[in-house]
């Protein structure tokens, strides 16, 4: 079946540090993929998506790029921000009927000043 | 514009006591979605419904009931809890069911423990 595999936290960075978190996935045929974020005390949020090889999502200066050839969906940010601390889960949607969310296991993020 | 709510926020039961976590949404979404997040497991599926009236189960269903109450509100329901279902616990929120087009909309949670 899918599958999402996370780079394993915790990720303890300085702020204005460049962040990469690993993700890598298991599907068949073309899923799309999500990066979610989950603030201290709240539910999760969309961050960024790609619904195919080689989009790019992007948002709040995050970027992911859809690689088919490696199957990875890896976030990044050039400049990270203490309120950028939070979980992140890498998740992919599959497609031909098969459309529920398949989450990693979630990469928590503390960025110290 | 409260999106996904969630109560209550934290409950502790007793094994073999019974509980309904309730969840509404004032987004006029069709699909709805209840999940439980535990320590290096992400976050897996119990129940969903894709529209009013149905629903199915998810990935990890065993011991739980759920209930599409109307449009806005669908309930979980623990008949008999048990300590490994101490959890957090997520209610969400979706338009259509094809997340390309449709992403989730969560609610706060409920931490729940059972002794």
């Known amino acids: 079946g899918d599958s999402v595999t996370q780079m394993e936290g915790p990720v303890t960075l300085s702020e204005e540090a460049f962040l990469t978190i690993n993700c890598t996935y298991t599907a068949t045929g073309y899923p799309s993929l999500f990066w979610y974020v989950q603030y201290p005390g709240e539910g999760l949020q969309l961050l960024l998506k790609?619904?195919?090889?080689?989009d790019k999502g992007s948002n709040k200066g995050f970027e992911a790029t859809y690689r088919k050839e490696t199957t990875s969906f890896h976030l990044e940010k050039g400049s990270v921000q203490v309120s950028d601390s939070a979980v992140y889960f890498c998740?992919?949607?599959?497609?031909?009927?098969?459309?529920?969310?398949?989450f990693g296991t979630g990469t928590r993020l503390t960025i110290i000043p | 514009n409260a999106g996904v709510t969630q109560t209550p926020k934290f409950q502790v039961l007793k094994t073999g006591q019974s509980m309904t976590l309730q969840c509404a949404q004032d987004?006029?979404?069709?699909?709805m979605y209840w999940y439980r997040q535990d320590p290096g497991m992400g976050l897996r599926l119990i129940y969903y419904s894709a529209s009013e009236g149905t629903t199915d189960k998810g990935e990890v269903p065993n011991g739980y009931n759920v209930s599409r109450l109307n449009k806005r509100e669908f309930s979980l329901r623990l008949e008999s809890a048990a300590p490994s279902q101490t959890s957090v616990y997520f209610c969400?929120?979706?338009?259509?069911?094809?997340?390309?087009?449709?992403?989730?909309?969560f609610g706060n949670g409920t931490r729940l423990t059972v002794t």
């Open positions: 998740a992919l949607s599959g497609n031909f009927g098969n459309e529920k969310l398949t």
């Open positions: 987004m006029n979404h069709n699909s």
């Open positions: 790609a619904t195919k090889a080689d």
């Open positions: 969400a929120s979706s338009e259509g069911t094809g997340h390309h087009n449709s992403p989730l909309h």
